[in-house]
């Protein structure tokens, strides 16, 4: 499939699963959920959606409740979507934004300590 095409789509998906989460969902926990991105495969026959949760608990129960809810998640987005055959979804835990806080932090330290000096 064409690459512009499958960014589109991807994009789209990341804006329908955000709102169906938002507003769609009657659970706590499905509203402290952010999408951070989306990979479709090319023939698109799964997509993986990458999020991130302001929530207390641990990420692997995160994304087991998450998992848990896709496939009432894939059947509102299947609703929204204009496409012949709606992905199967899987999330996965974004830890991509807790990597980037640890390294500034780290350089927050470095540069503290060079001040020190």
Known sequence: MNQIKL?????QIVKEVSDILLNETND???????????????DLSYAK???TSISDM???????EMEEASSYIRMKLADQ?????????RFIY??????????ERIIREINEEKDEN
């Open 7 to 11: 960014k589109r789509i991807e994009s």
């Open 28 to 42: 706590d926990l499905m509203k402290t959920v952010t999408i951070t991105g989306c990979e479709v495969a090319s």
């Open 49 to 51: 959606i990458y999020f």
């Open 58 to 64: 641990e990420n692997k129960e995160i994304e087991a």
């Open 81 to 89: 979507i204009e496409l012949r055959h709606t992905p199967k979804l």
């Open 94 to 103: 974004d830890t991509s934004i807790a990597y980037g806080e640890k390294i």
